[in-house]
């Protein structure tokens, strides 16, 4: 066999060999290529589709609104006497009679 009919026979032989390959294909450009848009791929996560809030953040008005309002409530119960705050004594006296009261309630069954 002379060296030319041998790279005959090779570049035939790869071309054929391509040519069937390719018949086998059952991908298109479209699985590579990034489509424009958004698209729901059914997968979870999808990172393609973009998250929607779950609700509207409150402008600056909103927010100075609803600190007045907690802060007139703060003022409310203060001045009701409540909402001030124990000493570690008085919790720890209030844990005491808790635990007496519970430990009553397990021997008396």
């Known amino acids: 066999m002379t ?7 090779l570049v035939a032989l790869s071309v ?7 018949g086998c294909q059952t991908a298109s450009i479209d699985d590579f290529a990034p ?12 990172l393609n ?3 929607q809030a779950e609700t509207a953040q409150l402008t600056g008005s909103e927010a100075d609104q609803k600190i007045a309002e907690l802060e007139a409530a703060q003022k409310t119960v203060a001045a009701q006497g409540g909402g001030g705050q124990t000493t570690n004594a ?5 844990a005491q009679r808790n635990q007496r009261k519970t430990l009553e ?3 008396s069954e």
């Open 3 to 9: 060296p030319v009919r041998r790279n005959l026979g």
């Open 16 to 22: 054929v060999a391509s040519a069937a390959l390719g």
């Open 35 to 46: 489509q424009p848009g958004v698209q729901n791929t059914g997968a979870y996560p999808d």
């Open 49 to 51: 589709v973009r998250r």
């Open 90 to 94: 008085e919790q720890f006296r209030q």
């Open 105 to 107: 309630e397990i021997e």
